[in-house]
C-alpha cells in the first residue's frame, strides 16, 4: 500500500501556510524516512506520519531561477496503525486531518481505527494536533470528503477486512453540530454559543501551555 | 487542577462538535479509491473505484431514501486511484448540466479517462497507453513552450494527468489539447508530453508556492514489505529544478 501526499494550504488571518503531509505506511519515520523495512523487526517500529511545512525562497533573477523549496517538520503524528492517506477538513475555520489507517503495527487485523485530529493554531502557526475521534475501519484505504447541502461528509473505502476483499465501505457526517453554528443564516443564539466554545478552548489550550 | 478540568472541556467540546457520526454503509469488493463531482450544492456524485470487484460505481444522494444509491457502474480492470475534475464550462456549451472526468489508474491494465455526466451516466473516452500505475495527479494546464512547459490555460480546459508509472522510474504527463467541440464528447484529444524520473513514485502531489507550481513525488515505492519513504528534507523529494529541461516541467507557472 503506497504512503500518501497531500499538500493543503492553510490559512491563519492573512497568511496562507502550506503542509505537507506525508503518510508513512509502514515506515519507521524516525529513521528520517529511508532506508527499507525488516519484516522480523516489524514489532519494534513506531510508525508515525509527519507535518511539514513548505516555504519557498525567492531568487533574484525569476524566471531563470526557480525559487527553493525548503521543508521545516512541523510535528510528528504517532498513530496507532499504519496510515495510507491523510486529508484535510476545514470546519468554521478550524483545521482538522483525518486520517485512514490500513492495518495494524503487527499485520494482525484490518480491523483498526482511523482517526480525526484537530490542529490547534496559535501565534500563526500550528502548536499541537490533537485526536478529536476514532471509527472503526477495514483496511481504510482512502479518505474523500465533500459537501452536500452545507453538510461535511466523509466517505471512507475500505479494503480488507483480513480474509475478504467484501467489506462495506461508509459514510459519516462530521461536525454537523459545528456546522449548524457558523453555517450560513445561524441564529443569535448560536453564534453566542459558538463563542462561548472558542473562549473555553482558549482557555483549555492556555492551561495546557502553562502546565508545559 | 484548572489544566485537567479545561483539558476534559476541550475534548468534550471536540468529541461533541466535531464527531464522526456514520451515516450509512454500502457493500464494496476492495474499495481503493474514491473522487468526487460537485455538480452544485445539492448535486454531488461521488465515484468508488472497487479493486477486487473490478468496477467503478457511481452515487448520488437519494432525496427520497435520504442515503446515497448507485446509480450507475462501469467495468475496469482492478482500477486503483481515482482522481476527478468538473469540466465546468461544458454546461454552457451543451447545456445538459455538464460533465465530469475521472482518471482511473489501475493495478493491471492502462490509466483510463472517463466522462461522467450529471446523471451518472459513464464513457470511457480515452486510454492513456501507461500500463499499471502507482498514483496520479491533475491539473491544470497545457505546453506553452520547452522553457516553461506548462501554464494555466486561459480558458482553464485543459487538463493534464500525471501518471507515476508502476514499477518503473519514471512518471508521465498526459495533456488534453482539444477543441471546445471535443471537450464535452470526448475530453480531447490526449498526448503524453512528458516523461519525468520520479524513482519509483508511489504518490503524487501538486503545490503551488510563490507563483510557481511544483509537483512533489513520493520516489522509491518498492512493494508492501519494501517501501522506501520520500526524501523529504531535500530537493531530491522533488522531480524539478534547473538544468535538466526534461526534469525541470514541475514548475508549471501560474
Same mark, same amino acid.
Given at each position: 500500500?503506497?504512503?500518501?501526499?497531500?499538500?493543503?494550504?492553510?490559512?491563519?488571518?492573512?497568511?496562507?501556510?502550506?503542509?505537507?503531509?506525508?503518510?508513512?505506511?509502514?515506515?519507521?519515520?524516525?529513521?528520517?524516512?529511508?532506508?527499507?523495512?525488516?519484516?522480523?523487526?516489524?514489532?519494534?517500529?513506531?510508525?508515525?506520519?509527519?507535518?511539514?511545512?513548505?516555504?519557498?525562497?525567492?531568487?533574484?533573477?525569476?524566471?531563470?531561477?526557480?525559487?527553493?523549496?525548503?521543508?521545516?517538520?512541523?510535528?510528528?503524528?504517532?498513530?496507532?496503525?499504519?496510515?495510507?492517506?491523510?486529508?484535510?477538513?476545514?470546519?468554521?475555520?478550524?483545521?482538522?486531518?483525518?486520517?485512514?489507517?490500513?492495518?495494524?503495527?503487527?499485520?494482525?487485523?484490518?480491523?483498526?481505527?482511523?482517526?480525526?485530529?484537530?490542529?490547534?493554531?496559535?501565534?500563526?502557526?500550528?502548536?499541537?494536533?490533537?485526536?478529536?475521534?476514532?471509527?472503526?475501519?477495514?483496511?481504510?484505504?482512502?479518505?474523500?470528503?465533500?459537501?452536500?447541502?452545507?453538510?461535511?461528509?466523509?466517505?471512507?473505502?475500505?479494503?480488507?477486512?483480513?480474509?475478504?476483499?467484501?467489506?462495506?465501505?461508509?459514510?459519516?457526517?462530521?461536525?454537523?453540530?459545528?456546522?449548524?453554528?457558523?453555517?450560513?443564516?445561524?441564529?443569535?443564539?448560536?453564534?453566542?454559543?459558538?463563542?462561548?466554545?472558542?473562549?473555553?478552548?482558549?482557555?483549555?489550550?492556555?492551561?495546557?501551555?502553562?502546565?508545559? | 487542577?484548572?489544566?485537567?478540568?479545561?483539558?476534559?472541556?476541550?475534548?468534550?467540546?471536540?468529541?461533541?462538535?466535531?464527531?464522526?457520526?456514520?451515516?450509512?454503509?454500502?457493500?464494496?469488493?476492495?474499495?481503493?479509491?474514491?473522487?468526487?463531482?460537485?455538480?452544485?450544492?445539492?448535486?454531488?456524485?461521488?465515484?468508488?473505484?472497487?479493486?477486487?470487484?473490478?468496477?467503478?460505481?457511481?452515487?448520488?444522494?437519494?432525496?427520497?431514501?435520504?442515503?446515497?444509491?448507485?446509480?450507475?457502474?462501469?467495468?475496469?480492470?482492478?482500477?486503483?486511484?481515482?482522481?476527478?475534475?468538473?469540466?465546468?464550462?461544458?454546461?454552457?456549451?451543451?447545456?445538459?448540466?455538464?460533465?465530469?472526468?475521472?482518471?482511473?489508474?489501475?493495478?493491471?491494465?492502462?490509466?483510463?479517462?472517463?466522462?461522467?455526466?450529471?446523471?451518472?451516466?459513464?464513457?470511457?473516452?480515452?486510454?492513456?497507453?501507461?500500463?499499471?500505475?502507482? %498514483? /496520479?495527479?491533475?491539473?491544470? !494546464?497545457? @505546453?506553452?513552450?520547452? =522553457?516553461?512547459?506548462?501554464?494555466? +490555460?486561459?480558458? $482553464?480546459?485543459?487538463?493534464?494527468?500525471?501518471?507515476?508509472?508502476?514499477?518503473?522510474?519514471?512518471?508521465?504527463?498526459?495533456?488534453?489539447?482539444?477543441?471546445?467541440?471535443?471537450?464535452?464528447?470526448?475530453?480531447?484529444?490526449?498526448?503524453?508530453?512528458?516523461?519525468?524520473?520520479?524513482?519509483?513514485?508511489?504518490?503524487? %502531489? /501538486?503545490?503551488?508556492?510563490? !507563483?510557481? @507550481?511544483?509537483?512533489? =513525488?513520493?520516489?522509491?515505492?518498492? +512493494?508492501?514489505? $519494501?517501501?522506501?519513504?520520500?526524501?523529504?528534507?531535500?530537493?531530491?523529494?522533488?522531480?524539478?529544478?534547473?538544468?535538466?529541461?526534461?526534469?525541470?516541467?514541475?514548475?508549471?507557472?501560474?
Amino acid at each position: 500500500m503506497p504512503f500518501r501526499l497531500d499538500v493543503s494550504s492553510i490559512k491563519d488571518g492573512s497568511a496562507i501556510q502550506d503542509f505537507l503531509m506525508v503518510a508513512c505506511a509502514g515506515i519507521p519515520c524516525a529513521q528520517h524516512c529511508q532506508g527499507q523495512v525488516d519484516p522480523e523487526n516489524l514489532n519494534t517500529l513506531t510508525y508515525t506520519s509527519v507535518l511539514y511545512s513548505m516555504s519557498a525562497n525567492p531568487v533574484a533573477i525569476p524566471p531563470a531561477h526557480f525559487p527553493e523549496i525548503s521543508f521545516v517538520q512541523v510535528t510528528r503524528i504517532g498513530t496507532s496503525s499504519r496510515a495510507v492517506w491523510w486529508q484535510r477538513v476545514e470546519l468554521c475555520a478550524r483545521q482538522f486531518l483525518l486520517v485512514a489507517n490500513h492495518f495494524d503495527q503487527q499485520l494482525s487485523s484490518y480491523y483498526v481505527p482511523s482517526a480525526v485530529y484537530a490542529l490547534r493554531q496559535s501565534a500563526g502557526s500550528i502548536s499541537e494536533v490533537a485526536a478529536v475521534q476514532t471509527f472503526m475501519t477495514m483496511g481504510a484505504a482512502h479518505i474523500e470528503v465533500f459537501t452536500l447541502n452545507g453538510q461535511t461528509l466523509v466517505a471512507v473505502s475500505n479494503y480488507y477486512n483480513g480474509s475478504s476483499y467484501h467489506v462495506p465501505s461508509a459514510i459519516y457526517s462530521f461536525g454537523r453540530e459545528y456546522r449548524q453554528m457558523c453555517g450560513p443564516g445561524v441564529e443569535p443564539a448560536s453564534e453566542i454559543l459558538l463563542i462561548a466554545i472558542r473562549v473555553l478552548e482558549t482557555v483549555a489550550n492556555t492551561q495546557q501551555i502553562m502546565i508545559i | 487542577m484548572l489544566a485537567h478540568f479545561a483539558n476534559f472541556i476541550s475534548a468534550l467540546i471536540d468529541f461533541y462538535m466535531y464527531a464522526v457520526l456514520l451515516l450509512q454503509e454500502f457493500e464494496t469488493l476492495g474499495a481503493r479509491s474514491m473522487a468526487h463531482f460537485t455538480f452544485s450544492k445539492k448535486r454531488v456524485l461521488l465515484v468508488v473505484a472497487q479493486e477486487m470487484g473490478d468496477l467503478v460505481s457511481v452515487m448520488q444522494w437519494d432525496y427520497t431514501s435520504e442515503q446515497f444509491l448507485v446509480i450507475a457502474e462501469h467495468t475496469i480492470r482492478a482500477p486503483t486511484h481515482l482522481v476527478s475534475w468538473v469540466a465546468e464550462q461544458d454546461s454552457e456549451i451543451h447545456g445538459v448540466g455538464g460533465y465530469g472526468f475521472v482518471s482511473v489508474a489501475s493495478s493491471t491494465d492502462n490509466v483510463a479517462i472517463l466522462r461522467v455526466d450529471s446523471q451518472g451516466n459513464i464513457t470511457r473516452v480515452h486510454t492513456l497507453a501507461t500500463g499499471p500505475a502507482e %498514483a /496520479l495527479s491533475v491539473f491544470k !494546464g497545457h @505546453r506553452l513552450k520547452d =522553457s516553461v512547459p506548462y501554464s494555466v +490555460s486561459p480558458s $482553464e480546459r485543459e487538463r493534464c494527468v500525471m501518471v507515476a508509472i508502476r514499477g518503473h522510474d519514471s512518471s508521465e504527463i498526459h495533456c488534453s489539447h482539444q477543441s471546445s467541440a471535443e471537450m464535452g464528447v470526448g475530453g480531447g484529444r490526449w498526448i503524453r508530453d512528458f516523461i519525468v524520473n520520479t524513482k519509483k513514485s508511489g504518490s503524487l %502531489a /501538486l503545490v503551488t508556492l510563490s !507563483g510557481t @507550481r511544483y509537483m512533489l =513525488s513520493g520516489n522509491g515505492w518498492g +512493494s508492501d514489505m $519494501e517501501v522506501r519513504c520520500a526524501l523529504v528534507y531535500s530537493r531530491d523529494f522533488c522531480c524539478f529544478h534547473p538544468p535538466d529541461p526534461i526534469n525541470n516541467l514541475c514548475s508549471l507557472l501560474d
